[in-house]
């Protein structure tokens, strides 16, 4: 996001949405996230949705179109809209990953270093877990118990599998992707 509100306000000519998000908002970067969500979504769509959000805090097209999964870390945000239940999250580069590993890694889970730095693995799994739980829509998720990612080579993208052990169903999933060098984007679309 380098945009500033009032250049996004620009990108939704019409809309009540920049007073929305002066009205709910106080700090700056929360309007400027909050609004680049929507201009995210009319840039997808061509026209302005209103976006909902369940007791959960799991976002809705207030039409039901599609679903749509958001996420947003220090200057970035980034949507993802599908006809079944989808998720995505993007996280910045940061070592402090390392300080709760332990409460979402399995024994079993293996972070293998990227260039050299462990990091980006660590990251990668938290991401992914993240988007499974978004997916999932469940109460009362361990994600170092109920979500398991399967072993994988961390590339600059690609796609790595992964398991849920949390419902009945214990789903799969097909975790999409991308390293880049601010922060890790995964992201996951039934298909």
Known sequence: MEESFSALCDMLPDSTLPEQARQRFTAPHRRLEWLSVRVLLHGLLGEEKEIGYLPSGKPYLADGSFHISISHTKGYVAVILGDTPVGIDIEQYGRRVHKVAHKYMREDEMALPY?????????????????????????????????????????????????????????????????????????????
């Open 115 to 191: 260039r050299g730095d462990d990091t980006w693995s660590l990251l990668l799994h938290w991401s992914a877990k993240e988007v499974m739980f978004k997916c999932m829509d469940t109460a009362e998720v361990d994600f170092r118990r109920h979500l398991h990612i399967k072993p994988f080579a961390v590339q600059e993208q690609g796609v790595f599998y992964a398991q849920e052990y949390r419902t009945d169903r214990q789903r799969h999933f097909q975790i999409r992707y991308l390293v880049h060098p601010d922060f890790v984007l995964t992201w996951q679309v039934d298909l």
